[in-house]
């Protein structure tokens, strides 16, 4: 089938450079704007360079509670006024924490940007941390642990962090443990906060209807009194590699099957995502083609990379039926091995092009915007240009990736399973399978 000839003369859309600014305050903390004319509304947030693995031993869960305490309210406001302020001038907001990063943002006019910071400020601040509230939250996130427990997708997820970093603080859970979360005090959230929220560890971003100055101004006001030392570094993240499952009597079997990846300061980031897209990025990938649309053996199959700033993993999810699973895993390690051995230049042209489109159609909200050059300007110190993150995907070549894709796969694996998964190949016969020598470190773990 012929495809329609492109306009080849369009060029990638990209801000003009002088539209996004930064100004760093004196306690460290770096203010980030960009304007963008046409829009009314704007995005804005708080991103901290601290979350579950800034976490110490007995802490599992706190980055977490505390990010949920922070809407609980404040000496100013209650739980309730915090949000109807925002909603009442049609915004919403929200937050969230994942391992290396919490964030706090809120979207709303424009002409609204002082009530969003004035907000902002007064939750981190000046939050109440009441006992009652706390009682109450604890019990929402005990909920929420329940509810990950109960769902084999996601909690095979967390097990495949706990296991590939053999329980080092970064593949803790970010929930933490019933244990953890019903042992935490408005004192050891006053003390995480106060350790950890700090001005060099902090960005404060907002994209679309935003003038750079006015939000530096408010910022500088009302952010003032975050320290101006640098947090303590996090527990150094070294990939082992093991096996765990769960066996539990469910209709399918749940796997992930990973390997050491890189972070993204690492100059194979971009190379190993390539990677990850031609064999299971897309439909026309080749874990999709082969185990779903050809043999049927399951209904969701993908590859993911996950850098982070010092490590990263590279994995394939998929679920089968216990009666399926002797053929699929056979089946999705030999893709494995050939997407990596023998990959081809078209299929390196095609997923280099579906990553920058799906980096540049993310790049159309504001909301995106806000969120990458906060995560840019805690990594790298500044906001990468979107030619040059083109220009670097442009640049990767099927040597690059048959280089990448061999040195990922003689790690050891890491794998983890929930379900009917008590005949599933254990990590050895992986290895095998794959022509790798090198069993993971970690032993197996079976829990019924």
Same mark, same amino acid.
């Given at each position: ?16 450079? @002088? ?9 460290? =903390? ?20 601290? +979350? ?5 031993? $007995? ?6 509670? =505390? ?5 609980? $309210? ?25 391992? @290396? ?20 400020? &007064?939750?981190?601040?000046? %939050? ?20 990950? @427990?109960?769902?084999? &997708? @996601? ?22 443990? %019933? ?28 994209? $679309? ?70 064999? +299971? ?43 399926? =699973? ?93 379900? %009917? ?17 090198? %069993? ?9």
């Amino acid at each position: 089938m012929n495809a329609p000839p492109r306009n080849k003369d369009l060029k990638f859309g990209a801000p003009r450079q @002088e539209a996004v600014r930064i100004t760093t305050l004196p306690n460290g =903390l770096r203010v980030v704007t960009e304007t963008i004319p046409q829009l009314a509304t704007a995005s804005l947030g708080v991103w901290i360079g601290a +979350g579950a693995r800034h976490e110490r031993d $007995g802490e599992q869960g706190l980055a977490h509670l =505390l990010e949920h305490m922070a809407f609980k $309210g404040t000496r100013r406001r209650s739980a309730l006024e915090i949000v109807a302020e925002i909603e009442a001038v049609g915004g919403d907001l929200n937050a969230e924490t994942s391992v @290396e990063r919490t964030s706090y943002y809120v979207r709303l006019l424009g002409e609204d940007v002082p009530l969003a910071l004035d907000i902002l400020s &007064d939750i981190l601040t000046e %939050p109440a941390f009441d006992k009652g509230e706390l009682r109450r939250e604890k019990g929402v996130v005990l909920q929420e642990i329940g509810a990950c @427990e109960d769902t084999p &997708d @996601e909690i095979v997820f967390d097990m495949f962090m706990e296991t590939a970093y053999g329980g080092a603080p970064i593949g803790r859970r970010i929930l933490g443990t %019933p244990k953890t979360v019903r042992a935490q005090t408005p004192e050891s959230m006053r003390g995480f906060l106060e350790r950890q929220y700090r001005g060099p560890d902090m960005v404060v971003a907002a994209a $679309g209807a935003v003038d750079h100055d006015a939000v530096v101004d408010e910022v500088s006001r009302r952010f003032a009194k975050f320290g101006g030392e640098v947090a303590p570094e996090p527990v150094a993240g070294i990939y082992s590699g093991g096996d765990q499952r769960k066996i539990r009597k469910l209709e399918q079997a749940h796997m992930v099957v990973g390997f050491a990846g890189a972070s993204f300061n690492h100059p194979d980031h971009y190379a190993l995502h390539v990677f990850s897209n031609l064999l +299971g990025g897309g439909m026309s990938s080749r874990l999709f083609q082969e185990i779903r649309e050809k043999r049927g053996l399951c209904y969701e199959i993908y590859s993911f990379h996950q850098p982070f700033s010092d490590t990263g993993t590279f994995a394939v999810y998929g679920g089968t039926g216990e009666d399926k =699973l002797a053929e699929f895993m056979p089946v999705m390690l030999d893709c494995l091995r050939e997407a990596a051995e023998r990959p081809t230049e078209e299929e390196v042209v095609r997923a280099k092009q579906q990553i920058k489109v799906s980096l540049l159609m993310g790049l159309e909200s504001s909301a995106r915007r806000a969120e990458q050059m906060a995560r840019h300007v805690l990594a790298f110190g500044r906001v990468m240009p979107r030619e040059e993150i083109v220009a670097a995907i442009e640049a990767i070549t099927l040597d690059d990736v048959k280089r990448v894709a061999a040195a990922t796969l003689a790690s050891a694996p890491t794998v983890t399973a929930v379900g %009917p998964v008590r005949k599933l190949m254990d990590t050895s016969r992986i290895a095998a399978h794959l022509g790798s020598a090198k %069993p993971s470190v970690g032993s197996a773990k079976t829990a019924s």
